[in-house]
């Protein structure tokens, strides 16, 4: 709570702002309905001491001030909540940079999302609807015990009890029973929406294997579980409801009471009865708002803890900043050994490799053998365990990413598409490329022909053919993409593993051709593939051996 409160310091001031007006716009309200008690008492010949007609005119006013005030409170509460709500995502997005390639790729994508999304969006609660009402609250019924003291001191002792009751002691008692409920919940409701997701995803085994029924039947056991678990919920508001409801009667009924036994011995007249009455029984909104905050509140502290976690977590590999012109003359791999976290094994160990500028490398190894983990080392997506990268003689660990990345291009078995235009798409690889580069690069990828038979050629969208692509078209345009980058170093993943033989030889021609002066390291299955490479490394038992 209390980091929430820090993120909110250069808002101070709006919220301030949004403090003062919900604590006006609150008196007004009651002022309205307390001068409405003295209106009537002075009809009914009770000596109120205001005039009628001025408390008219103060009725009228309050009622005017109260909307004016209350738009302001919600329109700057508002404006804090959504101006954090951007920071703070413009946090999640900083650090999922700071954590990508490496980290991001054990994350479950999902969560990350619902993070993103939902989570973020939740903490509006807090901020438009939890810390202003709190202050609001605390501020009114000050405020009105007050009044209600100076009227008499009985009246504020009354006040302020019953307003500790409402608005304290029955949310905290009920929190801890609706924390747990909600909770529950909101588990329950991510792994039914988890279950939903993966039966979609999965639909074509669960068609293929006839698993359907078994799916619908956990769907529907989830959502009855649901329902039991909002009932509980529900049931739970409505008993609080109650309850304060209750209360706040009772308060009535033992201010009136008091009131009464006062008039009897003469320490107040009617008038100060009627006006204490109306007054306490119209001043308890600010303090019923915060029995409802207790229901939210848990939750908003749990989906405050996951964003946490994603800003606190400490990347696998700190980013250099700057930028440099690398020459990528020679790429120097000394003695370098690898784990992956959570695996007890060494992956590489004492791994030594020399690659020149112009070199054509061929990495070849047995399925998982760590081929693919060797060049996410060589463009520090993580970084060595022992030993050393360098890169002309540099360390890898202090050459800017930027300018590594600048010099290195990387052509996986997966090619990722943005729904987007194929165009942009393709422009992913050199932002400013002009239509004549893009065409040329497709052409040399060997997919130019492909993009012309679609609608509307390279300005067609993706997503419009989304899945239809096959992985060899999509894989093409990945290499397209690289030829527009046009690194220095040409990192190949089995660029041609979702390719037939036709269009393989045509795009290892093309790379091979487009790389006369270029490094290319190369992991691939592939005899044909690798034979446009000159030297052929392989790993074997976590080791290198050239031959
Ligand atoms: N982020 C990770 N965390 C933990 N283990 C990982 C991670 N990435 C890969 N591995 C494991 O490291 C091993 C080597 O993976 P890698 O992808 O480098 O193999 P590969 O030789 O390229 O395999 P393939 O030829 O099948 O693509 C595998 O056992 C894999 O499960």
């Known amino acids: 709570m209390l980091r929430l409160i820090k993120i909110l310091k250069p808002l101070t001031p709006i919220m301030m702002i949004t403090i003062t007006f919900g604590v006006l716009g609150f008196l007004a309200a009651t002022a309205v309905t307390t001068f409405g008690a003295v209106a009537i008492g002075n009809i009914l010949g009770v000596k109120m001491g205001i005039e009628l007609n001025l408390t008219i005119k103060i009725i009228i006013g309050c009622a005017i001030l109260r909307g004016g005030l209350r738009a302001i409170e919600q329109y700057s509460g508002h404006y804090i909540a959504f101006k954090i709500l951007a920071i703070l995502r413009d946090q999640v997005f900083k650090a999922l940079r700071k954590l990508s390639p490496a980290k991001l790729e054990t994350k479950e994508k999902g969560n990350l999302i619902s993070v993103i999304t939902s989570d973020i969006e939740l903490l509006e609660v807090f901020y438009a609807h939890t810390i202003a009402p709190i202050a609001i609250a605390i501020l009114t019924s000050a405020v009105t015990a007050g009044v209600l003291y100076s009227v008499n001191p009985y009246f504020g002792l009354i006040?302020?009890?019953?307003?500790?009751?409402?608005?304290?002691?029955?949310?905290?008692?009920?929190?801890?029973?609706?924390?747990?409920?909600?909770?529950?919940?909101?588990?329950?409701?991510?792994?039914?929406?988890?279950?939903?997701?993966?039966?979609?995803k999965g639909i074509k085994e669960v068609l293929l294997f006839g698993t359907g029924e078994e799916r619908i039947n956990t769907i529907n056991e989830n959502s009855e579980k649901l329902n039991e678990k909002l009932k509980v919920i529900k049931q739970h508001e409505g008993i609080i409801r109650a309850f304060t409801d209750i209360t706040i009667m009772i308060a009535i009924l033992v201010t009136l009471y008091t009131g009464v036994k006062l008039f009897e011995v003469g320490s107040i007249n009617l008038g100060q009865v009627i006006l204490a009455v109306v007054l306490l029984a119209s001043s308890f909104g600010p303090t019923v708002a915060l029995s409802n905050l207790s229901n939210n509140l848990m939750h908003t502290f749990a989906c405050a803890q996951r964003l946490f976690n994603i800003l606190d977590e400490v990347p696998a590999v700190e980013e250099v900043p700057g930028m440099e012109d690398l020459n990528m003359n020679d790429i120097n791999i000394n003695n370098v050994s690898f784990k992956y976290n959570g695996r007890n094994e060494k992956l590489l160990k004492n791994i030594n490799l020399k690659i020149n500028k112009g070199d054509k490398v061929a990495i070849i190894g047995k399925s998982g053998c760590g081929k693919s983990t060797l060049l996410k080392l060589i463009m520090r997506f993580w970084d060595v365990e022992s030993g050393s990268i360098e890169i002309d003689s540099k360390n890898i660990k202090n050459i800017p990413t930027k300018s590594l990345r600048k010099s290195q291009s990387l052509v996986s078995q997966e090619t990722f598409l943005f729904n987007d235009t194929i165009e942009n798409n393709l422009k992913i690889g050199k932002i400013d490329a002009s239509e004549e580069e893009i065409v040329l690069a497709a052409k040399k990828a060997s997919i130019h022909e492909f993009i012309t038979t679609l609608p509307n050629g390279y300005k067609t969208n993706v997503g419009e053919i989304g899945s239809n692509l096959s992985s060899g078209e999509r894989q093409r345009l990945g290499i397209a993409r690289a030829f527009l980058h046009n690194p220095k170093v040409l990192i190949l993943d089995e660029p041609t593993s979702n390719l037939d033989i036709l269009n393989e030889a045509e795009i290892l021609k093309s790379i091979k051709d487009e790389s006369e002066d270029k490094t290319i390291i190369m992991v691939s299955h592939r005899r044909s593939s690798a034979a446009i490479c000159d030297k052929k490394v392989y790993v074997k038992n976590n080791r290198l051996e050239f031959n």
């Not at 019953?162 to 529950?184: C, D, M, T």
């Not at 929406?193 to 979609?200: I, V």
Request: proline content about 2%; charged content about 10%; cysteine-free.
């Open 159 to 200: 006040g302020i009890g019953f307003y500790l009751i409402v608005g304290l002691v029955i949310p905290v008692a009920s929190s801890k029973v609706a924390n747990q409920a909600g909770l529950e919940y909101r588990n329950e409701f991510g792994n039914t929406n988890s279950f939903l997701l993966d039966s979609l």
